[in-house]
């Protein structure tokens, strides 16, 4: 609507000229200051002018004084270097086909999405006045869930894709997690596990990155090495996960070479969303964990809800019913089967 009746005006400038001119003016014979659009027909500038609005969900006057359309500024030089960017993309590789536009990266963003990631995740945070530092949020994370000597075994179901069919199914599930980045994960037939040096799937031991991605899910965050992993640590920003106020921490974690942002519920202290994201040297790829539904069990507080994300969009929901510490469980369970 907006977009409508701020175009009126030149619409109608439009109207007048075409009757009084047989053949159609270019955009530098109708407009005081054009650069990019030098040799295109005058009636394109602003259906250009409207599909660069829509593209980033822009207002003219966002790139525009409204006093005077050709008064420059820095988003407007912006927008030509863009212009000609997207021109010479469709040149070099299309054919000239306009294949390549500003929705094709803009998608209705100022800023496009270059990572590959769930959607409705933020990366960008609000920065704010009166920060704690970084240490200061692990440990009241660490102190609301206590300490990381116990050892965790929670039951309830899976809910993720199968490994052959990709059909999406409910498992009963098996969790155990112990300090030093051991874990036992049970659903079906699916073993996932790691004695803290080996980290297996099956009968299979796993290399690369498959390993920090479920080391990530294996990870306690209770008091131990997990937040002790993270370097360059600097506080990020304020956001919501759900509809819970979170401060966000970010730092690398050089054990898996990438960058986790983690957020904790600013009232609670409680780590709601690990965040992470690995860098190719194609694009950089992001992954989450939410901790939800905590509870106390044995005086430690656990969360009942895991739910992991890839960057496809893909999710593992680990709803859990039951949880408890037991002490006795044997160190043999986080081996590989068959070593
Ligand atoms: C993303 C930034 C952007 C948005 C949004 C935008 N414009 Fe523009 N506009 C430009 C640029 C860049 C030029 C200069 C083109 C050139 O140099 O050839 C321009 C030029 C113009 C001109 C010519 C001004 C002159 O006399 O030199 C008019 C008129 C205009 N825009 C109207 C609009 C209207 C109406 C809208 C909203 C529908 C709009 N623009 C939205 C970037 C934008
Ligand atoms: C090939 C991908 C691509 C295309 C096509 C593209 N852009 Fe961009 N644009 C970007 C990237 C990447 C940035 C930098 C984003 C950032 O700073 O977060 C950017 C930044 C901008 C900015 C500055 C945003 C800011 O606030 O700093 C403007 C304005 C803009 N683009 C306009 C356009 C317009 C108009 C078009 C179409 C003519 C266009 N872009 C086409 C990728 C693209």
Known sequence: MLLALATMPFL??????????????????????????????????????????????MECEDCHDPKDYSADNRTKDTARQMILMQRDINAKNFNNRTEVTCMTCHRGAEHPMGVAMPEGLSLRHKRFEGALRPEQYFA???????????????????????????????????????????????????????????????????????????????????????????????????????????????????????TEDLSFDTKTGLLLRATNLKRSTLGTVVSTVDYSNYKGVDGIKVPMKVVVTFADGQQWIMDFKTAKVDAKVSDDVFKKPGN
């Open 12 to 57: 109608f400038a439009f109207a007048q000229q075409d009757g009084q001119k047989q053949k159609e003016p270019m955009c530098e014979e109708v407009f005081a200051n054009i650069k990019v659009f030098k040799g295109v027909p005058s009636s394109d500038l602003i259906p250009s002018m409207q599909f660069m609005a829509a593209s980033l969900k």
């Open 140 to 258: 009241n994370h660490v102190k609301a869930v206590g300490e990381d000597s116990k050892i965790l075994v929670r039951t309830g179901t899976l809910t993720a894709p199968n490994d052959a069919t990709h059909k999406v199914e409910s498992k009963p599930l098996e969790f155990i997690q112990a300090s030093g980045g051991k874990f036992l994960l049970s659903a079906g037939d699916r073993k996932i596990g790691s004695d803290g040096s080996t980290t297996w799937y099956g009968a299979m031991a796993m290399f690369g990155e498959p390993v920090a991605v479920f080391q990530r899910i294996g990870r306690t965050w209770r008091g131990n090495d997990d937040f002790a992993g993270l370097s360059n640590t600097a506080v990020s920003g304020q956001d919501t996960v759900g509809k819970t106020p979170v401060v966000a921490v970010r730092g690398q974690r050089a054990s898996t070479t990438s």
